[in-house]
T-cell receptor, first 111, second 117 residues
Framework: SQQGEEDPQALSIQEGENATMNCSYK?????LQWYRQNSGRGLVHLIL?????REKHSGRLRVTLDTSKKSSSLLITASRAADTASYFC???????????FGQGTRLTINP | DGGITQSPKYLFRKEGQNVTLSCEQN?????MYWYRQDPGQGLRLIYY???????QKGDIAEGYSVSREKKESFPLTVTSAQKNPTAFYLC????????????????FGSGTQLSVL
């Protein structure tokens, strides 16, 4: 099964609302990262949170990490139509030299 | 501009044919990666390389081969042994892993869509 599993698989909200996506993982990690992918394009790094951090902000993005529950959430505030994309969490597993990606949340912002 | 260039954007493979996907970076990164993405799915790691002339298998290496003769280049060959090659292929790079270093982010190319004729 996947190291990172995201919830929900798809989310549709109105412009201006907040969007929350969740990621759960199974093993100990060095860090957890969130990426964004527009349809048919490559991924773009959004934010990295280390295992000893609990919360991080970047513009309209807020990421939390709960290592005791092995989960993370990504909050996008005041959503815009341009935020429509798929969002992936990726975990850097302790002792491994690679990132493991979740299956993503497809976010649609309706104008 | 610095970045990662993948080519071609679209590629078609005939049965029994090997095809090679190109990935070039001018970010001076040591580490490079190949991922496969199937529709509506996450990314699965095919191969990765931490340094020139060295590479390791990822989670789904069967039917694929790579080389890393230059720091800037990490081509992926999809061989005829890969029976289900239709997918979106993504190349990525990171600064590289010095001893004990972690917490690197990946920079991605724009991908190659491979389809079977």
């Amino acid at each position: 099964s996947q190291q990172g599993e995201e919830d929900p698989q798809a989310l549709s909200i109105q412009e201006g609302e907040n969007a929350t996506m969740n990621c759960s993982y199974k093993t100990s990690i060095n860090n957890l990262q969130w990426y964004r992918q527009n349809s048919g394009r490559g991924l773009v790094h959004l934010i990295l949170i280390r295992s000893n951090e609990r919360e991080k902000h970047s513009g309209r993005l807020r990421v939390t990490l709960d290592t005791s529950k092995k989960s993370s959430s990504l909050l996008i505030t005041a959503s815009r139509a341009a935020d429509t994309a798929s969002y992936f969490c990726a975990t850097e597993i302790q002792g491994a030299q690679k990132l493991v990606f979740g299956q993503g949340t497809r976010l649609t912002i309706n104008p | 501009d610095g970045g990662i260039t993948q080519s071609p954007k679209y590629l078609f493979r005939k049965e029994g044919q090997n095809v090679t996907l190109s990935c070039e970076q001018n970010l001076n990164h040591d580490a490079m990666y190949w991922y496969r993405q199937d529709p509506g799915q996450g990314l699965r790691l095919i191969y990765y390389s931490q340094i020139v002339n060295d590479f390791q298998k990822g989670d789904i290496a069967e039917g694929y081969s790579v080389s890393r003769e230059k720091k800037e280049s990490f081509p992926l060959t999809v061989t005829s042994a890969q029976k289900n090659p239709t997918a979106f292929y993504l190349c990525a790079s990171s600064m590289g892993r010095l001893e004990g270093a972690t917490n690197e982010k990946l920079f991605f190319g724009s991908g190659t869509q491979l389809s079977v004729l």
